[in-house]
Nanobody, 115 residues
Framework: QVQLVESGGGLVQPGGSLRLSCAAS????????MGWYRQAPGKERELVAT???????NYADSVKGRFTISRDNAKNTMYLQMNSLKPEDTAVYYC?????????WGQGTQVTVSS
């Protein structure tokens, strides 16, 4: 059973930055794909960014140029650097990984963008 723990969420003003972290209980180089998703109140969960172990990084159009996903295999941790935050980025952000075809989720971390 893979455990994923997110951290780094909080309240930030529009235009500000946050960095989310996702610490994994397994060696992340084993994961075929890791990614971030988010769910705003009353909306479905949506993809933010994914980073496969091989291949291209994928971003939602709404975050391109503002968010950067990265993974540090030595620390078994994935990150999401979020810049130029907007009120519409407010959501619970979830870490996801796929290992041997099984998808695992973290518990989520709240990000609120408001003045």
């Amino acid at each position: 059973q893979v455990q994923l723990v997110e951290s780094g969420g909080g309240l930030v003003q529009p235009g500000g930055s946050l960095r989310l972290s996702c610490a994994a209980s397994e060696r992340i180089f084993s994961f075929s794909t890791m990614g971030w998703y988010r769910q705003a109140p009353g909306k479905e969960r949506e993809l933010v960014a994914t980073k496969p172990s091989a291949g291209s990084t994928n971003y939602a159009d709404s975050v391109k140029g503002r968010f950067t996903i990265s993974r540090d295999n030595a620390k078994n941790t994935m990150y999401l650097q979020m810049n130029s935050l907007k009120p519409e980025d407010t959501a619970v952000y979830y870490c996801n990984c796929v290992l041997y075809g099984i998808s695992y989720w973290g518990q989520g971390t709240q990000v609120t963008v408001s003045s």
